[in-house]
């Protein structure tokens, strides 16, 4: 199984300050046909399911603001919240959809400074 | 915008079988995969597995010699049982649209497992 190992666990952000956090993959998750990273990030508020934000390792989800960036390639990925808003604190999960069976990162907590 | 709602027993006991449906609504059925995932505090998300409207599925290896995931296309419901249970299946279960990106999720359904 891949194994994704996100950075840091809990990340204080003052608002509108900018928030980044870290995916890290076993292996590389860079499908050469298509060569599109098969990585996504998503974003889960308190007693809510997740939601969608990045797919393709850097295209937003319908209705996301564009605050919210997706980069990296092969192994390593960022999500990158510009301005941070109330409504952005959550927990964020990359998860990887290269190789069955689908796996994701054990989560980061963004929070107010 | 597709709906998903998802019922089932959510609380079993030690051996039985989890049974839980999505139920979807406002949106295709055919052409899509449908997924369930479960989130615990000791586990994190893991994806359990995922059907297509003709019935093929793939399962999670650590899971695949207890769980079954079925589809009615008629009835635009997906269904997991998940055998002899046990407190390590406590979890919130969700039901998605998708194969790699999820896109809508149902609401979750906690199951809790007593001995």
């Known amino acids: 199984d891949i194994t994704l190992t996100q950075s840091p666990d809990s990340l204080p952000v003052s608002l509108g300050e900018g928030a980044t956090i870290n995916c890290k993959s076993s292996?590389?998750?860079?499908?050469?046909?298509?060569?599109?990273?098969?990585i996504g990030w998503y974003q889960q508020r308190p007693g809510q399911p997740p939601k969608l934000v990045i797919y393709w390792a850097s295209t937003r989800a319908s209705g996301v603001p564009d605050r919210f960036t997706g980069s990296g390639s092969g192994t390593d990925f960022t999500l990158t919240i510009n301005s941070l808003q109330p409504e952005d604190v959550a927990v964020y999960y990359c998860q990887q959809y290269y190789s069955s069976p689908w796996t994701f990162g054990q989560g980061t907590k963004v929070e107010i400074k | 915008q597709v709906l998903l709602q998802q019922w089932g027993a959510g609380l079993l006991k030690s051996s039985e079988t989890l049974s839980l449906t999505c139920g979807v609504s406002?949106?295709?059925?055919?052409?899509?995969?449908w997924t369930w995932i479960r989130q615990s505090p000791g586990r994190g998300l893991e994806w359990i597995g995922e059907?297509?409207?003709?019935?093929?599925?793939d399962y999670n290896p650590s899971l695949k010699s207890r769980v079954t995931i079925s589809v009615d296309t008629s009835k635009k419901e997906i269904y997991l049982k998940l055998i002899s249970v046990t407190d390590a299946d406590r979890a919130v279960y969700y039901c998605?649209?998708?194969?790699?990106?999820?896109?809508?999720w149902g609401q979750g359904t906690l199951v809790i497992v007593s001995s």
């Open positions: 406002g949106g295709s059925f055919r052409g899509f995969y």
């Open positions: 059907i297509n409207h003709s019935g093929f599925t």
């Open positions: 292996q590389s998750v860079l499908n050469s046909a298509t060569n599109k990273n098969q």
């Open positions: 998605a649209k998708g194969r790699g990106p999820l896109g809508d």
